[in-house]
């Protein structure tokens, strides 16, 4: 396969049209002479340091794997700009990426940047948008070797209750995610099968997740191991597409330092519109871990808010949509998707993944039971590399 998630004809006349967001749930892969990836890095990309010929969606596969950054394109002819770009009339990107504050290798050239769109008005019209947008693309998802990874929280109940597939929740015994899918599910009127985890399921997952993402500091292998885990059992039971909420507390305000914005320090952003764009930047990173994760443990993933029309009406959304002024966050989403859910579903409010299935805190034990103690510093990420 030379190109994932769209056809060459739509990624072709993105190109050439310098549309970010062409109607696709992310793409990357070779394209007349040249390596691209979409802007929100949906599908993670590499090829080797100094071949750009040879080329992977898998950095395993490569002995000096380089990332090509979202929204760029990497000739594959590395005598030529744009590859063929002579002889077919394109003329893509604005400049080249020279290693000085774009993240970008030699080489690599800016085909596209994230729109920066005026707010929407009225708000129902924009609330309007955002609904018919999930809806139509989870209505839009073929349900076959399907399921869903679900925590009880408003993003995934959204998708879960559009789509007839199996819910998958994980976490260790106890935990607020096992709990919360529970109750959610039941108010859906669906089954749940539960992934209970243990500290045998870590210990024996570090080593694959670490070797899927190459990353072994304890946020990213935190993120990554309920994920893989909830992947495995998908995949153990005949699934091999999982259906996920990621993207919605980037694009739709979810995070404490979003609403906090001017004033929380963790964000440059002076409008909670800012702070939203400054986290959306953060999606590339977070996405490639993920979907290598996944990937890892037999599953594509299904990611509906990150697809395109999701992407577009959310970057329209005006703050008060983001975050209220009594500090109501992801608005625009809850009010959008309680024309189907439940409303004690719609408004629950959701732990980050890490700590809602308890793995941080399971695997922080672990690292100290193992003699990783905290005054070391960064004792988690030792003890992960201990397990290597």
Request: net charge negative.
């Amino acid at each position: 396969m030379t190109l994932r998630g769209a056809d060459a004809a739509t990624v072709r006349a993105a190109l050439d049209a310098g549309d970010p967001l062409p109607g696709t749930p992310g793409f990357a892969g070779e394209l007349d002479g040249r390596l691209v990836r979409d802007v929100l890095g949906r599908q993670p990309l590499f090829s080797a340091t100094d071949d750009p010929a040879r080329w992977s969606f898998d950095p395993a596969d490569l002995d000096d794997p380089h990332r090509l950054p979202a929204g760029h394109f990497r000739p594959i002819d590395p005598d030529g700009k744009n590859g063929d770009a002579e002889d077919d009339g394109h003329e893509y990107g604005d400049g080249a990426g020279d290693g000085e504050g774009d993240g970008c290798g030699s080489g690599d050239w800016q085909a596209w940047n994230l729109p920066d769109p005026e707010p929407v008005a009225p708000v129902e019209d924009a609330v309007t948008a955002v609904r018919t947008a999930v809806r139509n693309t989870v209505e839009g998802i073929d349900a076959d070797g399907l399921a869903v990874a679900f925590s009880g929280g408003v993003d995934s109940a959204a998708l879960a209750a559009l789509v007839d597939a199996p819910l998958y929740a994980a976490g260790f015994p106890g935990s607020h995610d096992l709990d919360a899918a529970r109750t959610a599910a039941d108010r859906l009127g669906r089954s749940l099968r539960t992934v209970e985890l243990s500290h045998g399921d870590l210990e024996s997952a570090v080593p694959a997740v670490a070797a899927a993402t190459g990353r072994t500091n304890a946020m990213d292998v935190q993120i990554a191991l309920p994920l893989y885990l909830t992947a495995s059992r998908a995949t153990a039971d005949g699934f091999d597409r999982l259906l996920l909420g990621q993207g919605a507390d980037e694009l739709f305000g979810g995070y404490a330092k979003v609403a906090g914005a001017p004033t929380d320090q963790r964000v440059d952003a002076t409008t909670v519109r800012g702070a939203t764009r400054e986290v959306i930047a953060t999606l590339p990173d977070q996405l490639e871990r993920d979907v290598l994760a996944l990937r890892r443990a037999g599953v594509e993933p299904v990611v509906p808010y990150l697809h395109d029309r999701v992407v577009r009406t959310a970057l329209e959304l005006p703050g008060e949509l983001l975050v209220t002024p009594d500090g109501e966050r992801k608005h625009a989403l809850r009010r959008a998707v309680a024309a189907w859910l439940p409303d004690a579903v719609a408004g629950r409010e959701k732990k980050a993944l890490q700590y809602g299935s308890l793995v941080a805190r399971e695997l922080d034990r672990l690292a100290r039971q193992a003699g990783f103690k905290r005054r070391m510093g960064d004792h988690v990420t030792k003890y992960v590399e201990s397990l290597l």
